[in-house]
């Protein structure tokens, strides 16, 4: 069972770099796809230990393996090769499969403990200092910025220093969703200029959670769908966040942005796997 996960792992990559012509040397003894796919299986089932991976696959899958500080290297050569991956993926969601419904939210991730913000080696300053409205707790770190399907399924994701407003990220966001489509997000994304502005020109819908004091308020029947809406890409999050470790180990900021990236490109594969 674990196996036939690895290779639909592999497969999936593998199939998605040919779509889009990926050359690399010919002489290569381990490619780019066995990369990719080795950094995802150590997201999704080893919370993000690397060692863990390439021992898996030198085991169960690849003759000839890579050093870890190769590996390494090779990985963050290719965060925008992941990254078009993650999006590939996305785009067979929202414009081959056709989903019309789409949920917003975001999530914190600490770099490190309040108490050690004077310490940290990975990012500096007072924009990564966010605070986290469900848990009542400020955290220092960066913050995710999710639209899933309304199965769940995450097709776009944004990161952003910690102090970012969630209303301020969606402004500057970039969006490929399907004209006619339905956006819901939380009353943190509430801009009602910004609601005219992409039923105007994005011709797509946001469905924003009100507020009690707010200007334009639901129907019951509406608030209602709203909040089923944010209770799925809640769950969603939730199972992203369990595939973290408490601490997630990076030597440089990029290390740490890279694995961000990988544990929701895990729990995106690992729902159509």
Do not use: W
């Not at 999936?12 to 990719?36: A, G, T």
């Not at 029947?221 to 089923?228: E, L, P, R, S």
């Not at 900021?253 to 694995?259: D, E, R, S, V």
């Amino acid at each position: 069972m674990l196996q036939d996960k690895v290779i639909g792992i592999y497969c999936i990559v593998d199939d998605i770099l040919k779509e889009m012509n990926h050359k690399e040397h010919r002489n290569r003894k381990f490619s780019d796809s066995q990369v990719l796919s080795t950094a995802l299986v150590s997201a999704m089932l080893f919370n993000g230990n690397q060692n863990k991976a390439l021992s898996y696959m030198k085991s169960h899958m690849c003759k000839t393996m890579i050093n870890k500080s190769g590996f390494t290297k090779r990985l963050h050569r290719l965060k925008e090769l992941l990254l078009s991956i993650f999006f590939s993926i996305g785009r067979v969601f929202k414009y081959i499969h056709c989903e019309m419904e789409y949920i917003i939210d975001s999530f914190p991730v600490r770099v490190c403990h309040n108490i050690r913000i004077s310490r940290s080696k990975l990012i500096k300053g007072e924009s990564y200092r966010g605070y986290n409205a469900s848990k009542r707790e400020y955290f220092y770190g960066f913050k995710v910025q999710l639209i899933t399907t309304k199965s769940g399924i995450p097709v776009e994701m944004y990161l952003v220093e910690g102090k970012e407003h969630d209303s301020q990220i969606l402004q500057r966001m970039y969006h490929d969703l399907p004209a006619e489509s339905v956006l819901y997000g939380d009353s943190g994304y509430t801009d009602y200029e910004l609601e005219d502005l992409f039923k105007e020109t994005e011709q797509v819908r946001l469905q924003i959670a009100r507020k009690t004091n707010s200007k334009r308020k639901d129907r019951p029947y509406v608030a209602y769908i709203k909040d089923t809406m944010r209770k799925i890409i809640e769950t969603s999050i939730s199972q992203i966040c369990s595939l973290m470790p408490r601490h997630i180990n990076a030597v440089t900021t990029n290390g740490f942005i890279i694995k961000l990236i990988l544990f929701v490109m895990a729990f995106q594969i690992k729902q159509i796997i």
